[in-house]
């Protein structure tokens, strides 16, 4: 294995548990008081059967086909059904990818409810050295809902421009060598308003933070997001400058990754507070608009769906949310039924994603990996336990 191909099968799947050993890294701290976790009497969901296409699918044969690591389901805090899969063990960290974005979107969320960055303001406000970039001229509000007209070189896409930065893959000749080059490589493009789902926008708005908070992002998460739910140490990779990679680097266990969902749950369960994060937790799952969504890059399969903060919005009438991650990783939390799930996975995904908002939108190479296979199964097992 070397870094040509450490995110390729056969080596995809160490590479996702053992990230640390791949590229540099940043340790974000567990919590003093972590947040509770009941074991209930489990479920037997492994043959709850769903759609997947014309087939027939049960769970047990959709995480064993779709590479899950780890799986989990909470109702009301409490774990139902707990599953890991390959070798995966308890408390072994396991890469996010993109959720990595869902707690960048909840930390800027928290610094505009403190009065401390303003949606409307041009991000280059903030951060004067991305003036005249795609990002620093687009407002914040627009980098956080991926409203940015943004074109990449095609020698440095979205996906593989910012891996090669951080160094999680080789990094050619034409590619920046860290992630704040990366993102002055960005060119202005047409389409203003409309969704384009990249890696840039949230390296640059956790550039914004660094700069009003004078903190790095690691802490800044550690103190505002993981002291109030974490029972292990995270970590998050980092560039040659020490750059965390706020779009896509965090790694945690399964039950971590399960508490930091039902901490979300949690907030939207309780009464509006006037602590910023519950203000921020609020805000970001104020409804965005589908028809934006409709027309961007990862519309397909999502019907309905609207995205805001870096959280997608399911609008079922439950409140549901996700986040979602390359390779398989999955959050998806319904408030009104009080249930959490989480699939930590190791999918083979090559494909090389848009450099801009006309590219081809991103369509699931197999039908079982797509986002509809995975509504379904949501909706079986919301359907198993209804009372």
């Known amino acids: ?43 037997g969901l492994g043959p709850v059967t769903f759609k997947a296409g ?60 403190e009065g401390k960055l303003d949606p409307q303001a041009k991000l280059a406000s903030y951060v004067p050295e991305l003036s005249g970039t795609p990002f ?35 990094r050619s000749a034409k590619m920046p060598g860290d992630i704040y080059a990366f993102l002055k490589v960005a060119q202005m493009a047409p389409g203003e308003g409309r969704f384009f789902y990249q890696n840039g926008s949230p390296e640059a708005v956790a550039w914004a933070l660094r700069r009003i908070s004078g903190m790095n992002w690691a802490q800044l998460v550690q103190q505002r997001i993981w002291s109030r739910f974490a029972e292990d140490d995270g970590y998050v990779q980092i560039d040659e400058l020490g750059t965390e990679m706020a779009s896509g680097g965090i790694s945690t266990n399964l039950r971590d990754t399960a508490r930091f969902a039902e901490m979300v749950r949690r907030e939207l369960a309780r009464d509006p507070g006037t602590d910023s994060f519950n203000q921020a937790v609020r805000s970001t799952f104020q409804p965005g608009d589908p028809a934006i969504f409709a027309q961007g890059n990862l519309a397909p399969g999502r019907p309905g769906y609207a995205y805001r903060n870096y959280w997608f919005q399911r609008n079922d009438g439950d409140g549901s949310v996700e986040a979602s991650g390359r390779f398989g990783q999955k959050i998806y939390i319904n408030p009104k039924r009080e249930v959490v799930i989480v699939k930590l996975s190791s999918t083979a995904d090559q494909t090389r994603r848009a450099t801009s908002a006309a590219g081809e939108a991103k369509v699931a190479a197999r039908l079982i990996d797509s986002p509809v296979t995975f509504t379904h199964m949501v909706n079986a097992i919301l359907a198993e336990l209804r009372d």
Request: net charge negative; no cysteine.
């Open 54 to 113: 014309e087939e027939d699918l049960t769970l047990a044969r959709y995480l064993q086909d779709t590479a899950t690591d780890g799986f989990i389901v909470l109702r009301g805090g409490q774990v139902v059904f707990e599953q890991y899969l390959e070798g995966f063990e308890p408390g072994q960290p396991h890469i996010w990818a993109s959720m990595t974005k869902s707690v960048t979107g909840l930390l800027a969320a928290q610094f505009i409810a």
């Open 136 to 170: 620093g001229e687009a407002t914040v509000q627009a980098n956080l809902d991926m409203q940015v007209a943004v074109a990449y070189p095609e020698a440095v896409p979205p996906d593989l421009g910012l891996f090669a930065a951080t160094g999680l893959i080789p």
């Open 1 to 43: 294995m070397n870094k040509a191909n450490a995110f390729q099968p056969p080596f995809l799947r160490w590479s996702i548990r053992h990230a640390r050993e791949v590229s540099a890294t940043r340790n974000i701290a567990r919590a003093a008081q972590p947040l509770s976790l009941i074991d209930a009497a489990p479920q």
